[in-house]
């Protein structure tokens, strides 16, 4: 074969979001897959869990059954063999969807570990193979550091919990990022003893102490968490025992979601003749997904930059577009959000709030355990926060953990992006009863503190 117009590397959300570009503009190129074809995503990633998510949530909502007047819930019963098995049935199809996308491809598609030789040559199955340019989208893996590892059969990482049968009585979730948050959550609600244990003080990579404190509060009604200290395994009869600074528990088996690596380790990275950072990553221009100056583009998880689907998507669609064009175009990139599906939901949107100046925004919340939607679906917990410019009042963060939180953070990405202010969102509509009506109210409190903001009309649109 030879030199094709682009080689891309990965054939996950990345690597399928350039190969959708690269299509359009050439057939010249080629893309190799290390492992099963089917995006992580599809695979191990956000579908598995969320299909997991679902049958606890619902399971979950049993216990409010006799208040809403409902009768028979004791009758209720976990199969978790049967959820686990709807889990990987919901996970094929997925995938399936995802492997079509590559399935024609004949011998453009190579299965393969693929490794760079320089930034127009990459060796697979003994072959090296030309390319006018190359889109590195290897993904990443679950960190385990070597004292978990050596666990072996006792440790779980979100790439072979969905692949079990069953699950053991007792088991520790060491990591409560998002993931580890989420899957902690859900296998508590499915009846498993979860110990959570998290070397932070906050969770899910929330950066706000209230939103942070009160999820912290909510979920210590669900399940055991530890913070602070980093968490240590022992062998103990049949099961181990994990212990962080005084906190200690006996489980069966540990989940390890202490985040995840890039798969970069082998690749040849260091053949491109650029700096490589203590991660073996090269810097990267996120608005071009460019190596250096390199016709190399690094996309997705592999890039350590934002580990999302939709940004691993957009870094593809940027790399592959690049890949194929004379000349580098920069691209703006979207308004922070991201969700966990925890319950309620936590979310961020826009900027940190611990990397904002106090002195200039100015914060309005709101708590779900008044708020009257909330009091009706018996989900009345927690908090959202919003964070506006003092001087204007644009919108410019929030975090939440709040009931039906992914459609309120959606709401805020929409503002935060379209730089609406305080005043612009209180203009709109809120249906009641919602939990919309929630979110007003953090801003009212908001156009509060701002400059003429304390009389603002709330129930009318005010004259021009
Ligand atoms: C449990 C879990 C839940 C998640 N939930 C969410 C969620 O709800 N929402 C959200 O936005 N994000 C979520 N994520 C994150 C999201 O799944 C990832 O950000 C996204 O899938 C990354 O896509 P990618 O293309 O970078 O990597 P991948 O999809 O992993 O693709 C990389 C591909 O490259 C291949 N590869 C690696 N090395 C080589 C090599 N040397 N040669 C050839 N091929 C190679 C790999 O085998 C793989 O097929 C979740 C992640 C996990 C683990």
């Not at 897959?33 to 299909?51: E, I, L, Q, Y």
């Not at 009758?75 to 995938?95: C, I, N, Q, Y």
């Not at 409560?176 to 244990?197: D, I, S």
């Not at 917990?381 to 953990?401: I, K, M, P, Q, S």
Request: aromatic content about 4%.
């Amino acid at each position: 074969m030879g030199a094709v117009d682009v080689i891309i590397v990965g054939a996950g959300t990345a690597g399928l979001g350039a190969l959708r570009e690269v299509r359009k503009r050439t057939q010249r190129f080629i893309i190799i897959n290390d492992g099963p074809w089917g995006t992580m995503c599809a695979r191990v990633g956000c579908m598995p869990s969320k299909a997991l998510i679902e049958a606890a949530g619902e399971f979950h909502r049993r216990l409010v059954f006799s208040e809403l007047g409902l009768s028979g819930s004791d009758g209720l019963r976990v199969d978790l063999g049967a959820v686990l098995a709807r889990v990987r049935k919901v996970r094929d199809a997925f995938v399936n969807e995802t492997r079509e996308l590559t399935d024609d491809l004949g011998e453009r598609a190579i299965s393969g570990r693929a490794r760079l030789r320089g930034p127009h040559a990459v060796e697979v199955g003994g072959r090296v193979l030309e390319a006018g340019s190359i889109v590195v989208a290897t993904g990443s893996r679950p960190a385990v550091p070597a004292d978990w590892r050596a666990l072996s059969d006792r440790l779980l990482t979100t790439d072979s919990l969905f692949e079990q049968t069953a699950l053991p009585s007792r088991l520790a979730v060491v990591g409560l990022g998002p993931v580890g948050l989420e899957m902690a959550q859900a296998l508590a609600r499915l009846g498993v003893q979860v110990t959570g244990f998290h070397a932070g003080r906050t969770i899910a990579g929330l950066g706000d102490g209230p939103v942070n404190d009160m999820a912290l509060e909510t979920l210590r009604h669900e399940l055991e968490v530890h913070l602070g200290h980093e968490a240590r395994p022992t062998a103990e009869g049949a099961g181990l025992r994990v212990t962080a600074g005084s906190a200690s528990a006996v489980v069966d088996r540990v989940l390890v979601a202490m985040g995840r690596t890039p798969c970069v380790e082998g690749l040849g990275l260091e053949n491109l003749g650029v700096p490589l950072d203590e991660k073996g990553l090269p810097e990267v221009d996120r608005a071009t997904l460019q190596v250096a100056g390199l016709p190399v583009f690094l996309a997705g998880d592999a890039n350590a930059e934002v580990p999302l689907q939709h940004e691993a998507a957009d870094d593809g669609h940027i790399a592959g577009i690049n890949a194929v064009s004379a000349s580098t175009r920069r691209f703006v990139r979207r308004t922070p959000l991201s969700i966990v599906f925890s319950d309620p939901t936590l979310a961020r949107v826009g900027l940190r709030f611990d990397a904002l100046d106090q002195a200039r925004v100015v914060v309005g919340e709101a708590r779900f355990a008044d708020q009257g939607r909330a009091r009706i679906m018996l989900r009345n917990a927690g908090l959202l926060r919003l964070c506006a410019n003092r001087e204007d009042g644009t919108l410019v963060g929030a975090e939440l953990f709040a009931p039906e939180g992914e459609h309120l953070a959606h709401w805020l990405a929409v503002a935060i992006h379209r730089r609406s202010t305080v005043f612009d969102l209180l203009r709109v509509p809120f249906y009641h009863p919602t939990v919309e009506e929630g979110l007003r109210t953090a801003l009212v409190e908001a156009a509060k503190q701002l400059p003429n903001g304390d009389g603002f009309p709330l129930l009318a649109m005010p004259s021009e």
